[in-house]
């Protein structure tokens, strides 16, 4: 149980954005939504997470809908080193005694291409 | 490269042989994990450390034993396995367990019990 739905696959060309969806229309009020993403044979690597606010560090942009059911990882000049699955994942605010698990769906492989 | 490294990186045993992973993090982190990746799955939470102490169990068989002797090491104690526990053996660190703290993952330990 997720909670998170993602394509399980895309595309991108190096240079361009990648711009990755992912639906969680069940999301509560006191839910964050985080990205990691897993290049194959390592482990995974947290990129952002945001609770309602769109926010941006070195490595992505995070944007969030207004009704927060939905949300949009954007990698804005891709290379071939972001080859890798992209998880979304939705964690709570405080601690409801499992919330340290991290829960990975099956997340989205994005291939980037010459 | 994140700070947290497991040894050893490849693993190869038998079922009446008993192993030990290794984790160690640089980060100065309060919390540690193990997590479970099997082929086609997704990531499984197995321990949580926080402090030194035991805060999660996820049901995990006792064939599996995890030790946190200081908050920057992490063992895995692994004792008459199964060919169904062949997976990615993941170590993560995170500032502490609170929902909100990211976590680190360390390159992982590929497991195969013969």
């Known amino acids: 149980d997720a909670k998170t739905t993602q394509p399980p696959s895309m595309d991108c060309a190096e240079g361009r954005a990648a711009n990755l969806p992912c639906n969680h229309s069940t999301i509560s009020g006191n839910e964050y939504v985080y990205w990691y993403r897993q290049i194959h044979s390592q482990g995974p690597q947290y990129i952002i997470h945001g609770l309602k606010n769109n926010e941006t560090n070195e490595m992505a942009s995070l944007i969030i809908t207004e009704d927060r059911k939905s949300s949009t990882l954007i990698l804005p000049h891709a290379t071939l080193r972001d080859t890798a699955v992209y998880y979304c994942i939705v964690r709570p605010l405080i601690n409801t005694g499992t919330a340290s698990k991290l829960t990975f769906g099956t997340g989205t492989r994005l291939q980037v291409t010459l | 490269e994140t700070g947290v490294t497991q040894t050893p990186r490849h693993l190869v045993m038998g079922m009446t042989n008993k192993k030990s992973l290794k984790c160690e993090q640089h980060?100065?982190?309060?919390?540690m994990y193990w997590y479970k990746q099997s082929a086609k799955k997704p990531l499984e939470l197995m321990f949580v450390y926080n402090f030194k102490e035991q805060t999660e169990n996820n049901s995990v068989p006792s064939r599996f034993s995890p030790e946190c002797p200081n908050s920057s090491h992490l063992f895995l104690h692994l004792h008459t396995l199964q060919p169904e526990d062949s997976a990615l053996y993941l170590c993560a660190s995170s500032q502490d367990s609170a929902p909100q703290s990211e976590q680190y993952f360390g390159p992982g330990t590929r497991l195969t019990v013969t």
């Open positions: 980060l100065g982190h309060n919390a």
